[in-house]
Nanobody, 127 residues
Framework: QVQLVESGGGFVQAGGSLRLSCAAS????????LAWFRQAPGKEREFVAQ????????DYEDSVKGRFTISRDNAAKRLYLQANNLKPEDTAVYYC????????????????????WGQGTQVTVSS
């Protein structure tokens, strides 16, 4: 099974950018659909973006469309989230998640559908 480790979080001012990275080990990386979720203090974990096994399909939560870009490098076994024009409301712990799927599996934003998770990386955006 796959193990996931996030990095790249930090403290930025509003309007700034961060690039989050998720390194995978174990398993065959290209067999997994991947996603980013986030959880702010006192709030439930929420979907941010997802990407298919090949990288050919991506999907974003409305509040991050046009600002965030999800990508993956199957050879390097890494998932990325480029976050631009960050806002204070983006402040949260960001998690990468994986689920092993067949190529034709439909996408899902449900966090319960992802059995593999990293430990999270904190993103703090000041106003």
């Amino acid at each position: 099974q796959v193990q996931l480790v996030e990095s790249g979080g930090g403290f930025v001012q509003a309007g700034g950018s961060l690039r989050l990275s998720c390194a995978a080990s174990g398993g065959t990386f290209s067999y997994y659909a991947l996603a980013w979720f986030r959880q702010a203090p006192g709030k439930e974990r929420e979907f941010v973006a997802q990407i298919s096994r090949s990288g050919g399909y991506t999907d974003y939560e409305d509040s991050v469309k046009g600002r965030f870009t999800i990508s993956r490098d199957n050879a390097a076994k890494r998932l990325y989230l480029q976050a631009n024009n960050l806002k204070p409301e983006d402040t949260a712990v960001y998690y990468c998640a994986a689920r092993r799927t067949i190529l034709t599996a439909p996408p899902t934003r449900e966090y319960g559908s992802y059995p593999y998770w990293g430990q999270g990386t904190q993103v703090t955006v000041s106003s």
